[in-house]
């Protein structure tokens, strides 16, 4: 192992949200230079971050521990800290800890950039929107918002009515299809988590059996789920 190393530029609309890889492993020891590299970007009035964690192999508690202490501060300033790009091993630790009660994952970096920029009313329909980080150019996950802007339409209402008879009743594949009716701009990783609420049997799945139904489903993309969900 060779400790952490931390890297980090702007991105977003107007570049005014931090684009942050982690790499290597995060506890104890090296849990101090997140907590400082944090305390820098936020001494910089920087308060939201889109945390990249393909490159970390493992996440002690005391290395969540990081992110839990300073997301306060970060929402009390209007940020907030969104992580993509966890490994299944990392997720389950991150799972069991219940961290995804206070942290939320998203499927790729477009997807989080353009919530921050959406929840923030910009229009990324008129405006330029920057470049993503080079591996995130090819992911093809993020919609763009002049769909999201259409997603209501007359009958939705009845449509989802009719997903949520008895859900929990359902197969697991109608689980994951009512799941999307509802939401077709939801991610993987929000999917599996739906899938263990009582309201869909408290399911549980794991990582390679969830990505394969959806592969096998032709619901593996946003842009696939988007067509289902105007199929209906």
Same mark, same amino acid.
């Given at each position: 192992?060779?400790?952490? $190393?931390?890297?980090?530029?702007? %991105? =977003?609309?107007?570049?005014?949200?931090?684009?942050?890889?982690?790499? =290597?492993?995060?506890?104890?020891?090296? *849990?101090?230079?997140?907590?400082?590299?944090?305390?820098?970007?936020?001494?910089?009035?920087?308060?939201?971050?889109?945390?990249?964690? *393909?490159?970390? +192999?493992?996440?002690? *508690?005391?290395?969540?521990?990081?992110?839990?202490?300073?997301?306060?501060?970060? $929402?009390?300033?209007?940020?907030?800290?969104?992580?993509?790009?966890?490994?299944?091993?990392?997720?389950?630790?991150?799972?069991?800890?219940?961290?995804?009660?206070?942290?939320?994952?998203?499927?790729?970096?477009?997807?989080?950039?353009?919530?921050?920029?959406?929840?923030?009313?910009?229009?990324?329909?008129?405006?330029? %929107?920057? @470049?993503?980080?080079?591996? @995130?150019?090819?992911?093809? +996950?993020?919609?763009?918002?002049?769909?999201?802007?259409?997603?209501?339409?007359? =009958?939705? @209402?009845?449509?989802?009515? $009719?997903?949520?008879?008895?859900?929990?009743?359902?197969?697991?594949?109608?689980?994951?299809?009512?799941?999307?009716?509802? +939401?077709?701009?939801? =991610?993987?990783?929000?999917?599996?988590?739906?899938?263990?609420?009582?309201?869909?049997?408290?399911?549980?799945?794991?990582?390679?059996?969830?990505?394969?139904?959806?592969?096998?489903? *032709?619901?593996?993309?946003?842009? $696939?789920?988007?067509?289902?969900?105007?199929?209906?």
């Amino acid at each position: 192992m060779e400790g952490i $190393r931390i890297v980090n530029k702007n %991105v =977003g609309l107007y570049e005014d949200i931090i684009y942050l890889q982690i790499f =290597g492993y995060v506890d104890t020891t090296t *849990s101090l230079e997140l907590v400082q590299h944090f305390k820098s970007l936020m001494g910089k009035d920087e308060y939201q971050f889109v945390v990249d964690m *393909s490159g970390v +192999n493992y996440v002690s *508690s005391a290395g969540w521990g990081v992110f839990v202490g300073e997301i306060k501060d970060i $929402r009390e300033n209007g940020g907030d800290i969104k992580i993509v790009h966890m490994t299944p091993e990392v997720y389950d630790v991150f799972e069991m800890l219940e961290f995804n009660r206070i942290l939320r994952v998203f499927d790729s970096v477009a997807e989080a950039i353009n919530e921050f920029d959406f929840i923030r009313g910009f229009d990324l329909t008129q405006t330029p %929107v920057k @470049e993503l980080p080079l591996e @995130e150019k090819t992911a093809g +996950n993020a919609i763009p918002f002049a769909e999201v802007q259409m997603i209501q339409k007359p =009958g939705d @209402e009845k449509r989802w009515e $009719r997903s949520q008879t008895n859900p929990q009743y359902l197969p697991l594949s109608e689980k994951i299809k009512s799941i999307i009716i509802q +939401n077709p701009l939801i =991610g993987f990783w929000q999917i599996k988590k739906q899938l263990k609420t009582e309201k869909y049997g408290k399911d549980k799945i794991g990582y390679w059996k969830l990505r394969n139904m959806l592969k096998e489903m *032709s619901l593996d993309t946003k842009e $696939r789920r988007m067509r289902f969900y105007r199929s209906r």
